[in-house]
């Protein structure tokens, strides 16, 4: 039993209806840890892009090291210092916010490369012709810079989307249940692992399609050019 429902281990077919709802239960978390930690991934990533980037070596360095450092460290490293350190300091966080964050933090690393590319793709020409017509950087930024990068970045985010949600397992080891820990724990307690971990494959696979093929949606509706300049 698990979540208050019992399964059924009479035959093969009977085991993976009654184990199914369960799944679905961790495919659930596995899908809300993965748009949580690439929502923080995407912020955190847009921000360390954007202090990479300033003229100000002070400023640059300090990014560019931390990116670096975040980067070439395991994700369970990083899970493990925000689960079992940040307590330390009064910072106590559930287990499934704490396994988000960490997803967001590694992939923030990952996204930051992809917003400097796409930023840098933006011909400086564009940019210098807007301030000799003195608009302000924020309207810089939002009407030439940002339309023109977005959509040449999106189907590189969308990979990492996709990366994020297949590290999901990792959180499992800080107890949180997404797909593949339900597994587990079932194939644990009815030591029958080959119907649960096919079915997860399964789910996975129809989670990495939709997701691809939410990310091609994208792509081929937003313009490549950007927006026109009003």
Known sequence: MLFGIHWNTSSDGAFAASILPILLHGMLATVQASIVGFAIALALGLALATLKSSRLRL????????AEFIRDTPLLVQLFFLYY?????GIVLPAFLTGALALGVQYSAYTSEVYRAGLES?????IEAARALDLMPARIFSVIVLPQAVPRIIPALGNYLVSIMKDVPVLSVVSVLE????????????????????????????????????????????????????
């Open 59 to 66: 400023v640059s360095w300090p990014a560019r090291l931390l």
């Open 85 to 89: 350190v940040l307590p330390d300091y």
């Open 122 to 126: 933006v011909p400086r020409g564009q």
């Open 179 to 230: 797909m593949l820990n339900v597994a587990k724990i079932i194939g644990d307690r009815t030591f029958n692992y080959l119907i649960p971990l096919s079915m997860v494959g399964g789910l996975y696979l129809v989670l990495t399609i939709a997701a691809s093929a939410g990310v091609r949606y994208l792509d081929t509706r937003l313009p490549k050019r950007g927006l026109p300049l009003r």
